[in-house]
């Protein structure tokens, strides 16, 4: 069974940094493409950032400029570091992953960013 498994958020000041991470598990392939999406409260899904398995990146306008997106060593695990975080950046980071026409998602993990 596939699954994805968020983790590394948590709450942290603003101009702070964080890194979360995404593991899938239960696929013996390179996933072509691991994405990460945010959902504010009261504000729809947006992309935040995706990584092809030749390592293209792919950013949304919330992930311009201050996050990073990357490959970890190992198949399927992807990163997403998040610099000089603001209040705005406060949401649930979901993964997702689109496996054999199937849009996959992870649980989210939260991320606050306080004042």
């Known amino acids: 069974q596939v699954q994805l498994v968020e983790s590394g958020g948590g709450l942290v000041q603003a101009g702070g940094s964080l890194r979360v991470s995404c593991e899938v598990s239960?696929?013996?392939?390179?996933?072509?493409?691991i994405a990460w999406y945010r959902q504010a409260p009261g504000k729809q899904r947006e992309l935040v950032a995706s990584i092809s398995s030749r390592g293209t990146t792919n950013y949304g306008d919330s992930g311009k400029g201050r996050f990073t997106i990357s490959r970890g060593s190992a198949k399927n695990t992807v990163y997403l570091e998040m610099n000089s975080l603001k209040p705005e950046d406060t949401a649930v980071y979901y993964c997702n992953a689109v496996i054999f026409g199937n849009s996959l998602w992870g649980q989210g993990t939260q991320v606050t960013v306080s004042s």
């Open positions: 239960g696929v013996t392939f390179n996933i072509n493409i």
